[in-house]
């Protein structure tokens, strides 16, 4: 069993990345759409890098700074967004509009991330 809550999270995580970009890719080949497009690579890596270093810099300080670590979660979020723009927008809108497989390739890993860093840092916090 994972004792450590880091541990846990980084496994469960990761597990669950994984699975979900065999899944996209699974559906980009079955339905014949390029597989490496969209920088779905790089997608994928950003928000799960992100989020591990999110989650262990908000767990370290969860003793010290309880009362405001809701603060530091949507200070988090801010990050990530200016993250998206200068990493991925402009590549995205470089056709004028961002399509939905590219909408898609970043916004997959982010709520996947999302969901894990919320669901996550809410169980640590209830337990202190």
């Given at each position: 069993m994972l004792k450590h809550p880091i541990i846990s999270f980084?496994?469960?995580?990761?597990?669950?990345?994984?699975f979900a970009l065999g899944v996209h890719l699974f559906l980009l080949k079955k339905t014949a759409l390029p597989l490496f497009?969209?920088?779905?690579?790089?997608?994928?890596?950003?928000?799960?890098?992100?989020?591990?270093a999110i989650v262990f810099?908000?767990?370290r300080l969860k003793e010290k700074y309880s009362n405001q670590i809701g603060?530091?979660?949507l200070g988090s979020s801010f990050?990530?967004?200016?993250?998206?723009?200068?990493?991925?927008?402009?590549a995205y809108?470089?056709?004028?509009?961002?399509?939905?497989?590219?909408?898609?390739?970043?916004?997959?890993?982010y709520s996947i991330c999302l969901i894990f860093e919320t669901f996550f840092l809410s169980k640590w916090l209830n337990e202190m």
């Open positions: 980084l496994s469960r995580l990761i597990l669950a990345i994984l497009a969209d920088k779905i690579l790089e997608a994928y890596s950003v928000n799960t890098i992100l989020t591990i810099f908000l767990y603060f530091l979660f990050i990530k967004f200016a993250v998206f723009f200068i990493v991925f927008h402009g809108k470089a056709n004028g509009s961002i399509e939905t497989l590219e909408f898609l390739a970043f916004f997959t890993p």
